[in-house]
């Protein structure tokens, strides 16, 4: 298991570089969101960002309305299915990442963790679904 973690930036060459130099065939992507009790397995991300002082516009002017992650992890007690990643930093890494996940023949997921979730209850998780995916391997 390989860990990197990067700024919060609309910056795709930036998540295009760590997951291209990681070398890896799966990418968990992670992201921490203010609402909710349980970890949100991110479906798709749509095309649109906003923040830090942006209007509204989108990640690709001629690109697809959604992105779905095509590594599809499942949920259990501590988490839901969610097919709405927002329009910030997440949303914009989640898009980026889902095209080149399908570029590449990598597989991609993505998860919001809440911020009231305790640190330890989101790495059991995350144990939990990394196990998951070396058994299938």
Do not use: W
Request: hydrophobic content about 40%; some cysteine; overall charge positive.
């Amino acid at each position: 298991v390989q860990t990197t973690v990067l700024p919060v930036e609309f910056d795709a060459a930036m998540f295009r570089n760590a997951i291209t130099q990681s070398g890896t065939d799966v990418v968990l992507g992670l992201g921490m969101c203010r609402a909710g009790k349980k970890i949100r397995i991110e479906r798709r991300a749509r095309n649109v960002m906003m923040g830090n002082g942006r209007r509204a516009q989108k990640i690709l002017e001629h690109g697809p309305e959604y992105q779905r992650v095509n590594f599809k992890v499942a949920k259990d007690s501590g988490s839901r299915i969610n097919y709405n990643a927002g329009a910030y930093v997440c949303n914009y890494y989640m898009y980026t990442a889902s095209l080149l996940a399908k570029e590449k023949n990598i597989q991609f997921a993505f998860f919001h963790i809440p911020a009231r979730v305790d640190a330890r209850k989101a790495a059991l998780f995350l144990n939990r679904k990394i196990k998951q995916i070396k058994a299938s391997s």
